[in-house]
């Protein structure tokens, strides 16, 4: 499965799309940036309420192919400009990181 492809099938916000054709092999959830840079595989989305410029620092040495904020949260302006920087992909979803989860991983079935 594609971002792009992701996108679609958990009706996603996208706040920047860089790279719509990356392929997605996973999941990785975790707020703690150290542990993220650490454990997340590459290829994998990951899910986050972190929002500050940092994530897209950790999204770019893990190599995932998006970062989910989850819970509604919006990137704030470091964060985006960051992601639009370094071409990350950066998405949202409305719902909590648990439904977000499962909802992933039934997608990704």
Not at 23 to 28: A, F
Not at 30 to 40: I, N, P, Q, T
């Amino acid at each position: 499965m594609t971002v792009q492809e992701l996108i679609s099938a958990m009706d996603l916000t996208v706040f920047h799309l860089a790279q719509p054709e990356r392929p997605i092999s996973g999941c990785y959830v975790g707020d703690l940036l150290s542990w993220v840079m650490g454990r997340a595989g590459q290829d994998c989305a990951w899910l986050t309420i972190m929002s500050n410029q940092n994530v897209a620092a950790v999204a770019l040495m893990a190599d995932v192919s998006c970062v989910i904020l989850t819970e509604g949260v919006q990137p704030d302006a470091d964060l985006l400009r960051r992601a639009q920087d370094k071409e990350v992909n950066l998405l949202g979803i409305g719902s909590d990181t648990f439904s977000a989860a499962c909802q992933l991983g039934k997608v990704l079935a």
